[in-house]
């Protein structure tokens, strides 16, 4: 209860104090929390923190359509501030323009987030919790180990009921692309469900291989409940050990996977003969 | 930069899933999930994301229109309402009032359609009103309230979380209802046995446990086996049937002629494979059935859905918390347009017309005398249009498109002496209207929706209708003044108000209880926190009535000049007439074009190739379409979507009318398929 | 795709004798003179599988391989040149460290990562290209077929 | 794409090397059924000097747009086919050639069924590409025929030297008054053993009265724009703003001697100098030294700068025998690691180095030599790695011979020249194949800019680069058209779909070639490509999220089309 208040407060001062001259948080008039830009100190009674929301594209778009001094406040979560963070490197937003007022989430938030980093830089409100490792989940267990084939059916039997509702696409915080490759008859068959599932999943997932921040914004917009925020565990983790490198916590590193490897050398696998090449052709 | 969210419910099926719209001056920019929604839980299917889409539409009627010649002429409002009033009263009085009829819509709201089912009865004193039901869950309201007492889905959408065994019949929830099918698959993945009966091999089906392909129009023999089976194996419920139905007799010795081999025969699926299901289906600790259109549009859809309170019945899973029948309502607010009154034949809570007491009920609440005689439905006044007929009046529907046999509806519109359209857009049934008045859409009124799980729910206005178009309940208090009614509402608050006070079943319903959640009638006082299931301990009506299910397969089957049967129906990138979803751009690109789904083995026969123009022929008419070949059709069947004006499957499909309920057989005519 | 579902019964695949299908991206550089020269020693290779030339291997985005792979394709190999000797100032770097990036994704979803090699420098050096494309069909050979991807759910979707 | 394309198609038997396993007839039955096919026909060759002519004449009559041509493989007959289509004015993007020799008929000659089936796939295959191809537009540009030359090294001055001779004006910048580089700090020149002024002079002269010549002293460079064919720079003199426009750059900016400070006790005791500050006193001439320790390899070879500045050896050989030449008692010993000495040259004077009597001892990494003495210099402590004893010798003068390391302002000018660094920071160039070029068309490096090399070296490297640059600007007009292909073939550039652009800078991050910019466009950013630049690489194409950058001739429709028929 008390991090509400502490959040009102903090969103008063920044408005009294004319830093901010907007603060986007969730608003509950009459028991419906919706999404809300507290402009002067007065509305500020009525801001709340649950449930999780994702403002990173209502921000992008709220700087976007207002005037060029408007310097815009938001209340949000580690991921969502990471996604922030994802947006101005690809520049759809303007560092200057906003402030982040950041806050750490609870253990039983983590949890059901999967999130290895449930804060942001840095916490204004609420205590640090340690993050969770999705590998350690079991549900998660089910669907990233195993053997391959066991994998494939456990994953064709998820994505085969996919109803094709672009949830995942539009709730995720940093696809901003119009068109989508999605939309493209060219990559994604168009007007059949369960969508093109392979590219449509894939080509989904792996756009934003170097970009998610694993906010599970995807999972939890799946009306058919697809743990769509598992295909980017790998990614993830692949990117951390060759580079030690996660998508929105450092603003000012672009993705290794831009540069060459002069710049940012990753391991290369040699195969005797066989130069240069990135996998094992057998065992034997 | 004011940034607002406003919290309403979607447009469009009956799952009534909860959209924040986003405003940006007064326009509707973006639609977001509500995560607090009980049922969407902030998830939305493709439509749901499109919402706003329609909105804005250039195409929005902005000015009532009169038709002068052939051409459309702006004319003022007074002048229309006056002209629409004058023309009404001539007409009632020179030809009777049964010369009258209204079409009210299952798109708008409860208040909306209460208003309009007031006005023209207390208004003309007929009760020629009715509504789209007829054409979906007409046979589900007749059937349903006959055998059990009350029409509506028994159970909550949630409810399927727990149930043993879910079986569907004729429903592509994945396409139709996806957020319903959500609820489902989760059911299915805490251990319920999906079984899904279906002549195509939808996605659905695709993830079932258990798919029946039968052939279109088998339900009855399927069921009846199944049935059959379950009494050899005395599997039946005998408690149950004992304490809590009647007329178990008829049904047994209607069983008798259908040995499983008999109906496996008929419906096309193995003995074996009957067996079991039924079996599992008898089993199952809670058993839940989810059934569409693809049991009520037949000729025999009423007895269709008696076949499946049987079932039901004949189990013992109906009346709990997991287990019950669920009808999955098309529209947005079929379900209400049904509760209050939308129906020719009972005033609002299905209270009869032709009992006295009700009458006499009504008059004195209305103040105006009534009549006793059941109206005309959909089907007929279309039918009977410039005979019996004189005067239409049209609130929000396209039965040019929804309603089967185009050709002769084409040919009854013009008959009318006089035809008022009230709608957003110039549809095309507005075309053929004297008289056009301009609509507002879901995100420019105040009022209430009721769901497919009969919870009522608050929609808000988020911007005002385009020009000088006027959202519904105004029109209709401007026009029932006109008549002389006491229609000087304010607020649809009121009206829900006074709808309370005349139907029991919502008596304890008031715009300050709904809150985000809403309430599910019955809500018979206003303590009353709403109803999860119904039939709990003792049917609406009493006991259980087990009525005897006539089959009659379908009217036309297939031939050698029409060797395919056609079924139509609906996909996921688009609703209904496609009058909303054809405007709004993001889903109009995921399908642009009409097709007609057919099998490999038959397009090798054919020699069709995916993506060839074709024509597609009935005995009705032909439509130009192109041809998508998937394995999902069984051979000999095709399906047809009907949300294409262009290629508009209902000028093929047959005007075979069900005796009792009155839909026509949408899901069975017998077809031709050449390439052009 | 009234063709590609023929395929599925008694088309290409049983014709080809069920050779797996191959979808090579080459670069102009390297892979396709190590093709060049593989074929004018007559290497004798499996039928199954087709080149796509390419300037350079740095233009081949990762949708289009799994685009390969969503329709039924079994196996897609993208050659470049040398990492330290592109023709377009270690453009290939790039695609090495992007594409690299696919096989969790494949693992994840079970696509096995056999099924995709990613090698760089096999120029002139036709008993390279020959000598790769052998063992990659070796390496797809032990594996079980795509069918959970390609059967059960492409062929139902009319897929390849 | 249009639908109404029309696509005449030529099938080669090759003598009956691709028929006797491929049945073209059949395959001719089929392909004519398509109704994008204008006519297809088979021939016994296409690459015969009159098949040609009679191939180019066939298709001017036939008016079709689009060629498919089943042949062999680019590498055999395929490009000489392409080249001579070019020349008769039939552009290459129109043009395809499937390889069913190599690639299909030769491989597969086993199994003929599958390779048919293969032969009919690739045709597919290139059929729907070349319904999809797009053609990018070309842009023209005379280049300027004036050339920058940054540095008056001896590489410079002899690339501006030749350049002259060849009529082109240069204008060569200097951060020295006056030219020669590094020279102008020598006695001698190692291996030729003959004095610095009378080997430059020749050079010196040419360069300094040449009208064609414009040498600015003491010049800053400010900035640069456009790319090759047209450079505008700006460089300052004094506090006056001088432009040029040039149709190419050759970067000589020469190298910088490493001060070895903390080093072998180098500044702390007199008696430790550089092998630059030697050069010094043998021009000034005060030389007196009878015990004298070279030390090779100082700062360089070690973790931090892992690389041999190579001309070290030569100049410390160089020193000795000076050393010697003056007095012949001198006890001299070098130090090293490994003598570099390559090259027949190198080696004799080596050779002819030990034969003068002086010594050479090794040591290695691990324990390097140290210097004896506190205040004032005693000798050396080493340990020969050769021996494994470690002994001191005596010495009165210890010279740490001076690497090159790159030169301070080596890192701006890249930067104004958008050029890319090797992690030593000499300049990159493209490739094993193209040592003198820069990452950027039209942009030259040589000399020890590019890598440490000795003043003969970087004269003949200045000569090479003056070549390469008039070979690019002696065209008329330069086309986009990216690296030349095999035998030149024109290839595609990027283009951006500025609608599409979302602005999120993957293809400004990934272009290997600094092509791709971000411009501010109401709001938002757009990307845009200079087609001069961009080499059509496509590394753009891959990383940009929603497709909206495309190389024309090879766009995702195309890919897309292959993908599609790769298996029909």
New interface residues.
């Given amino acids: 209860m008390s991090i509400v208040n502490d959040a009102r407060a903090i969103v008063k001062k920044l408005l009294e104090e004319k830093q901010l001259d907007g603060v986007l948080g969730l608003s509950c008039k009459h028991d419906e929390p919706v999404p809300f830009v507290f402009e002067s100190p007065e509305e500020v009674d009525s801001l709340v923190l649950e449930p999780k929301w994702l403002f990173a594209k209502l921000a992008m778009n709220i700087v976007r359509t207002s005037p060029a001094d408007f310097r815009l406040g938001i209340v949000c979560r580690g991921c969502d501030e990471r996604a922030l963070i994802e947006l101005i490197k690809r520049n759809q937003l303007d560092e200057k323009r906003i402030h982040v007022i950041g806050m750490a989430c609870s253990r039983e938030q983590a949890e059901a987030c999967l999130c290895t980093r449930p804060y942001p830089a840095i916490p204004h409100l609420g205590e640090k919790v340690q993050g969770v490792d999705p590998r350690e989940e079991e549900t998660a267990k089910a669907f990233l180990e195993g053997e391959t084939i066991d994998r494939m059916q456990r994953w064709t039997k998820e994505l085969a009921r996919c109803i094709k509702c672009y949830g995942c696409r539009n709730s995720c915080p940093i696809c901003v692309c119009v068109p989508c490759k999605l939309e493209d008859d060219l990559w994604v068959r168009r007007g059949e469900i369960p969508a093109d599932m392979v590219s449509y999943h894939l080509i989904r997932a792996f756009h934003l291989s170097d970009t998610c921040v694993a906010c599970g914004g995807c999972t939890d917009a799946c009306p058919v409940g697809i743990p769509l925020m598992l295909l980017q565990i790998a990614m993830r983790e692949s990117l951390a050990k060759e580079y030690e490198y996660e998508a929105g916590t450092d603003p000012g590193r672009l993705s290794p996977v831009l540069s060459d490897l002069f710049v940012e050398p990753c391991e290369v696998y040699e195969e005797p003969g066989w130069p240069d090449s990135f996998k094992v052709s057998d065992e034997t | 930069?004011?940034?607002e969210?406003?919290?309403t419910i979607c447009p469009y099926c009956g799952t009534g899933c909860g959209l924040?719209l986003q405003v940006?001056d007064s326009r509707v920019?973006?639609t977001?999930?509500?995560?607090?929604h009980p049922v969407?839980k902030?998830?939305?299917?493709?439509k749901?994301?499109a919402a706003h889409e329609f909105i804005h539409h250039p195409d929005r009627l902005t000015q009532p229109m009169l038709k002068k010649g052939d051409i459309f002429q702006p004319i003022p409002w007074d002048e229309a309402i006056g002209l629409a009033a004058t023309k009404f009263k001539e007409t009632a009085e020179k030809y009777g009032p049964d010369a009258v009829a209204g079409l009210s819509s299952a798109k708008c709201t409860n208040e909306d359609n209460y208003l309009f089912q007031k006005l023209i009865r207390a208004g003309f004193m007929t009760n020629n009103v009715d509504h789209c039901a007829r054409l979906c869950h007409g046979p589900t309201a007749a059937a349903m309230s006959q055998a059990l007492g009350s029409g509506a889905m028994t159970n909550s959408i949630t409810d399927f979380v727990g149930a043993d065994c879910i079986m569907m019949f004729g429903s592509n929830a994945?396409?139709t209802h996806?957020?319903i099918?959500?609820e489902i698959?989760?059911g299915k993945?805490q251990g319920a046995t999906l079984i899904v009966v279906d002549p195509r091999?939808t996605?659905v089906a695709?993830?079932a446990d258990i798919h029946l392909q039968i052939r279109p129009g088998s339900d009855i023999p399927l069921i009846g086996g199944m049935m059959r089976h379950i009494l050899d194996n005395k599997l039946e419920a005998k408690e149950f049937i004992k304490e809590r139905t009647e007329d178990f007799a008829e049904l047994k010795n209607f069983l008798k002629e259908w040995s499983v081999r008999k109906a496996s025969e008929e419906c096309g699926i193995s003995p074996d494979q009957l067996r079991q299901v039924a079996q599992i289906y008898a089993r199952a600790g809670e058993a839940m059935i989810v059934f569409c259109m693809g049991i009520t549009q037949h000729a025999c859809g009423t007895a269709n859905v008696f076949a499946i309170c049987n079932l039901a019945m004949l189990c013992g899973h109906v009346g709990s918390a997991h287990s019950g029948i669920c009808p999955l309502r098309g529209q947005n607010n079929v379900q209400g347009a049904c509760d209050v009154g939308a129906l020719p034949n009972v005033y609002p809570g299905y209270q009869s017309v032709a009992d006295l007491v009700m009458k006499d009920k009504f008059e004195r609440a209305w103040g105006r005398p009534l009549s006793d005689k059941p109206g005309m439905t959909v089907t007929e006044i279309i039918s009977s249009s410039g005979t019996g007929i004189r005067a239409l009046y049209i609130m929000a529907e396209n039965p040019l498109l929804s309603d089967p046999n185009q050709n002769h509806v084409i040919e009854s519109l013009p008959k009318l002496d006089f035809l008022v359209v009230q709608d957003i857009f110039l549809t095309e049934t507005a075309r053929f209207a004297d008289l056009v008045l301009p609509g507002s859409c879901f995100a420019e009124k105040t009022g209430t929706f009721t769901n497919t799980e009969r919870r009522i729910q608050l929609l808000h206005k988020v911007v005002d209708p385009p020009g000088d178009a006027k959202d519904d309940f105004t029109i209709l208090c401007m026009l029932g003044r006109a008549l002389g009614l006491d229609y000087d509402y304010t607020d649809p608050a009121q009206v829900m108000d006074e709808m309370a006070e005349v139907t029991p079943i919502m008596a304890g319903v008031h715009f300050n209880r709904l809150?985000?959640a809403g309430l599910q009638w019955p809500c018979p006082a206003d303590d009353h926190p709403g109803t999860r299931f119904l039939h709990a301990g003792k049917f609406t009506r009493g006991k259980g009535l087990f009525v005897v299910p006539g089959y009659t397969p379908p009217k036309e089957m297939p031939d050698k000049d029409y060797p395919f049967t056609l079924i139509t129906g609906r996909?996921?990138?688009h609703y209904h007439t496609g009058t909303m979803t054809r405007r709004s751009s993001?889903l109009n690109?995921?399908?642009d074009k009409a097709?007609v789904e057919i099998n490999?083995d038959d397009?090798?026969a054919h020699g069709?190739?995916?993506?060839d123009k074709v024509r597609l022929s009935t005995r009705r008419g032909s439509i130009s379409t192109t041809a998508r070949?998937?394995?999902?059709m069984n051979r000999g069947a095709i399906f047809a979507p009907f949300h294409f004006s262009e290629a508009p499957a209902n000028a093929l499909t047959i005007e075979e009318l069900d005796p009792i309920s009155k839909i026509p057989e949408f899901k069975a005519c017998a077809a031709s398929l050449v390439k052009e | 795709m009234m063709k590609d579902l023929k395929q599925d019964s008694n088309g290409v695949k049983s014709e080809a004798g069920n050779t797996p299908r191959v979808i090579v991206f080459a670069c102009k550089w390297c892979g396709l003179i190590g093709a060049d020269a593989a074929g004018r020693k007559h290497a004798q290779l499996p039928a199954g599988f087709r080149v796509i030339p390419v300037e350079c291997a740095s233009r081949i985005e990762a949708d289009a391989v799994i685009r390969a792979f969503s329709s039924g394709i079994d196996g897609v190999i993208v050659l470049g040149c040398h990492l330290g000797g592109c023709r377009f100032n270690a453009a290939n770097h790039r695609t090495a460290k992007k594409l690299k990036l696919l096989y969790p994704l494949l693992e994840t979803v079970g696509i096995d990562s056999k099924r995709f090699l990613l090698s760089f420098g096999t120029a002139h050096e036709h008993h390279q290209f020959e000598d790769l494309i052998n063992r990659f069909y070796q390496g797809l050979q032990r594996l079980a077929p795509m069918d959970a991807w390609s059967g059960s759910y492409l062929s139902e979707m009319g897929q390849r | 794409m249009a639908a109404d394309i029309k696509i005449g198609c030529f099938l080669c038997r090759c003598y009956g090397e691709v028929s006797r396993v491929i049945d073209l007839d059949e395959l001719q039955q089929e392909i004519i059924r398509f109704p994008w096919v204008a006519f297809c026909e088979i021939w016994d060759s296409l690459c015969l000097l009159e098949n040609i002519d009679e191939l180019t004449q066939k298709i001017s009559e036939s008016g079709t747009d689009r060629i498919l041509l089943a042949a062999c493989s680019p590498l055999a007959r395929g490009d000489v086919i392409l080249h001579a289509l070019e020349r008769h004015g039939i552009n290459q993007a129109s043009v395809e050639l499937v390889d069913i020799r190599e690639g299909c008929a030769w491989i597969h000659d086993n199994q003929p069924k599958e390779a048919m089936c293969k032969a009919r796939d690739l045709i597919n295959m290139g059929l729907s590409a070349l319904k999809q191809r797009e053609v990018s537009e070309n842009q023209i540009i005379v280049p300027k025929r004036e050339v920058l030359i940054i540095g008056a090294g001896p590489a410079g001055m002899s690339a501006a030297v030749s350049l002259a001779r060849l009529g082109f004006a240069v204008h060569v910048l200097d951060r020295a008054r006056n030219p020669g580089g590094l020279l102008n700090l020598l006695k001698r020149i190692a291996p030729e053993d003959i004095g610095a002024e009378e080997d430059l002079h020749g050079l010196h002269k040419a360069f300094t009265n040449n009208a064609l010549v414009y040498y600015h002293p003491g010049a800053r460079l400010i900035s640069s724009n456009g790319s090759v064919g047209d450079f505008a720079v700006e460089f300052k003199t004094g506090d006056n703003l001088h432009s040029v426009r040039v149709g190419a750059v050759i970067i000589a900016s020469g190298a910088r001697v490493m001060f070895a400070k903390g080093l072998y006790r180098y500044t702390e005791l007199d008696g430790v100098v550089s092998g630059i500050e030697l050069e010094r006193r043998f021009l000034s001439g005060d030389v007196r030294a009878d015990n004298v320790v070279f030390i090779q390899c100082v700062g360089v070879r070690d973790v931090n700068s892992p690389y041999c500045s190579t001309i070290c050896c030569p100049v410390s050989l160089k020193h000795a025998r000076q050393l010697k030449d003056l007095n012949p008692q001198a006890e001299i010993t070098i130090l090293h690691r490994d003598i570099m000495c390559p090259g027949n040259i190198l080696e004799a004077y080596y050779r002819d180095t030990m034969q003068d009597g002086v010594k050479f001892v090794r040591f290695d990494l691990n324990n390097p030599p140290s210097i004896v003495g506190d205040e004032r210099l005693e000798g050396v402590n080493v340990f020969e790695s050769v021996t494994g004893i470690s002994r001191t010798i005596r010495a009165d003068l210890v010279v740490l011979s001076s690497a090159l390391v790159p030169h301070d302002d080596a890192a701006r000018i890249a930067e104004i020249f958008d050029l890319a660094l090797d992690p030593l920071g000499f300049y990159q160039v493209r490739t094993l194949m193209h040592p003198l070029e820069t990452t950027r068309n039209g942009i030259f490096v040589c000399g020890s800019a590019r890598w440490p090399v000795l003043a003969r070296t970087a004269i003949v490297q200045g000569e090479a680069v003056a070549m390469k640059a008039f070979a690019l600007l002696s065209q008329d007009s330069l086309a986009a058209s990216g690296m030349s292909q095999f035998r030149d073939r024109k290839i595609a550039h990027a283009i951006v779909d500025r609608d599409a652009c979302t602005g999120c800078g993957n293809c400004v991050a990934i272009c290997p070639y600094v092509a791709c910019a971000l411009e501010p466009e109401n709001g938002a950013f757009k990307s845009r490509v200079n087609i001069m630049r961009c080499t059509g690489c496509g590394s753009c194409v891959a990383v940009c999220p929603n497709g909206s950058i495309q190389l024309p001739e090879q766009n995702a429709r195309v890919i897309g089309a292959m993908l599609k028929n790769a298996f029909s």
């Fill in positions: 930069m004011k940034l969210f406003v919290k924040l940006r920019v973006t977001l999930p509500d995560k607090k969407a902030g998830t939305l299917c493709i749901g994301w994945a396409e996806p957020i099918m959500g698959y989760k993945d091999r996605e695709r993830n809150g985000s996909m996921f990138s993001f690109r995921e399908v097709f490999p397009a090798d069709i190739q995916d993506g070949i998937t394995p999902r």
